[in-house]
């Protein structure tokens, strides 16, 4: 299933490559999270079940698609992401083979590394270029790719913190999602300066910062500035300079409308 808010952009590719996998999905699910674009008739003209809801965020998205799926394993996958052939088929191995809960895959790489801004936005967030996760990413993790459908039930889905979301089944669960071997797939990065500030925001608003000591401190544009010109100074692309600038706004941005809307986490 595939949550998507405002994905017109990406979603057909996305849907394609479910499409083409050498495991055909029982179900195909976009669940449209309020989207403002073309996102919904996309989906619909591509043949998947399109499940309407009020924006919410991604984990309600996708608790919503599993009350509605009909098979026994739940697969999420995000609109930004275009799935190998064998995606589907490798991925749950870890569970009809071996027992797990869930499953995850360390084979993801970025789909648009072409961009400068992709490449900034990747030097920013510590991406293990030209991937998401280092080979040395242990066999184990909190974010559930794939996963048995009763368990997930059974502990009510996803919890709605915002950024950050995909990590909170595996506290519930008690277990951590296995790695699964030649699950290949490719994200593509914020690809634009808009794009960075609008991802950096919802990280602002989220979960996940609230674990950083001193996130406003962090994130100040002075320091943001600093930082880019001593990577440029490394040889890193210029573009780095305005993209930690812009991605910092974005964070502070975040950060204002999660202390007076802590209620408000979504992007």
């Known amino acids: 299933m595939v949550p998507a808010y405002n994905e017109a952009r990406h ?3 996305c849907l394609a490559s479910l499409r083409s996998q050498t495991l055909v999905p029982w179900d195909l699910i976009v669940i449209d999270d309020g989207s403002r674009d ?3 008739d996309i989906a619909a003209a591509l043949g998947a079940t399109v499940i309407r809801t009020p924006h919410r965020g991604p ?3 996708r608790n919503r698609g599993a009350a509605v799926a009909r098979g026994d394993i739940l697969v999420f996958v995000d609109a930004d992401i275009v799935c190998s052939s064998v995606y589907l088929e ?3 191995v870890p569970i009809t083979r071996d027992g797990a809960v869930g499953s995850f895959s360390k084979e993801i790489y970025i789909g648009n590394l072409a961009s400068r801004w992709a490449r900034a936005y990747a030097v920013i967030r510590r991406l293990a270029l030209p991937r998401l996760l280092p080979d040395s990413h242990p066999d184990q ?5 794939a996963i048995a459908r009763q368990p997930f039930l059974d502990v009510g889905g996803y919890e709605e913190v915002g950024y950050g979301e995909d990590m909170t089944l595996a506290p519930k669960l008690g277990e951590l ?3 699964a071997p030649k699950a290949l797939c490719w994200h593509y990065n914020p690809d634009s300066l808009w794009e960075i500030f609008e991802n950096a925001r ?3 608003r989220g979960y996940d910062i609230g674990q950083v000591d001193s996130p406003w401190i962090a994130n100040l544009p002075t320091t943001a500035l600093v930082k880019g010109a001593c990577e440029v100074a490394r040889g890193a692309d210029l573009a780095i300079i305005p993209a930690r600038f812009v991605y910092s706004l974005g964070i502070l941005a975040g950060l204002g409308r999660r202390a007076t809307r802590p209620d408000r986490h979504w992007k």
């Open 90 to 92: 490798n991925l749950i």
């Open 59 to 61: 984990a309600h998205a």
């Open 11 to 13: 979603l057909g590719r």
């Open 141 to 145: 993790s909190s974010n559930y790719r």
């Open 202 to 204: 919802w990280i602002g």
């Open 177 to 179: 999602a296995v790695a």
């Open 38 to 40: 073309e996102t919904a």
